[in-house]
T-cell receptor
Framework: QKEVEQDPGPLSVPEGAIVSLNCTYSNSAFQYFMWYRQYSRKGPELLMYTYSSGNKEDGRFTAQVDKSSKYISLFIRDSQPSDSATYLCAMSRTGGGNKLTFGTGTQLKVEL | EADIYQTPRYLVIGTGKKITLECSQTMGHDKMYWYQQDPGMELHLIHYSYGVNSTEKGDLSSESTVSRIRTEHFPLTLESARPSHTSQYLC???????????FGEGSWLTVV
């Protein structure tokens, strides 16, 4: 069983929709949670970083962490075609030296 | 935004050739990483370094080797390339005090 599970999609939504992307994990030692956006043939770009439980908002993006359920989410409001990419969740544990464990990524397509 | 440079971006090479993928950074960060990503699959850590003359193997076994002679450079070498080495190789950095990791654009390797 993988430590981090993420639905690979693809997920197709109309422009302007609210997008919800999710990951579940099994290792309770994970404390740091990240979302990356990856365009085709590019490196992952850090979108959101959250420590422990709670919410964090940055523009159209909101990251949520529920450690009791081992569940993290990324919400994208007013989605745009430029948001079309693969979204990767990643996490690490305290004392893990910043070594990340990734989900497989969810492919998102925002259509006009 | 981090300044991480990877060369070459794309490489097609014959079986048995020796290759070196270059990674350099201008941030002066101590921690550097190499991740491998097959199409549609999650990223896996193959090597990391916490400073000059420090290198460790990651969670995914790899036939590649790395060196860290200077803070700015973290090259990855394959002594004898095989088709099974065809993949995307991503270099990443993080500061000693931080928990966020930034990626380069990646090097796409195809071994024929």
């Amino acid at each position: 069983q993988k430590e981090v599970e993420q639905d690979p999609g693809p997920l197709s939504v109309p422009e302007g929709a609210i997008v919800s992307l999710n990951c579940t994990y099994s290792n309770s030692a994970f404390q740091y949670f990240m979302w990356y956006r990856q365009y085709s043939r590019k490196g992952p770009e850090l979108l959101m970083y959250t420590y422990s439980s709670g919410n964090k908002e940055d523009g159209r993006f909101t990251a949520q962490v529920d450690k009791s359920s081992k569940y993290i989410s990324l919400f994208i409001r007013d989605s745009q075609p430029s948001d079309s990419a693969t979204y990767l969740c990643a996490m690490s544990r305290t004392g893990g030296g910043n070594k990340l464990t990734f989900g497989t990524g969810t492919q998102l397509k925002v259509e006009l | 935004e981090a300044d991480i440079y990877q060369t070459p971006r794309y490489l097609v090479i014959g079986t048995g050739k020796k290759i070196t993928l270059e990674c350099s950074q201008t941030m002066g960060h101590d921690k550097m990483y190499w991740y491998q990503q097959d199409p549609g699959m999650e990223l896996h850590l193959i090597h990391y370094s916490y400073g000059v003359n420090s290198t460790e193997k990651g969670d995914l076994s790899s036939e590649s080797t790395v060196s860290r002679i200077r803070t700015e450079h973290f090259p990855l070498t394959l002594e004898s390339a095989r088709p099974s080495h065809t993949s995307q190789y991503l270099c990443a950095i993080s500061s000693s005090s931080g928990n966020t990791i930034y990626f380069g654009e990646g090097s796409w390797l195809t071994v024929v």
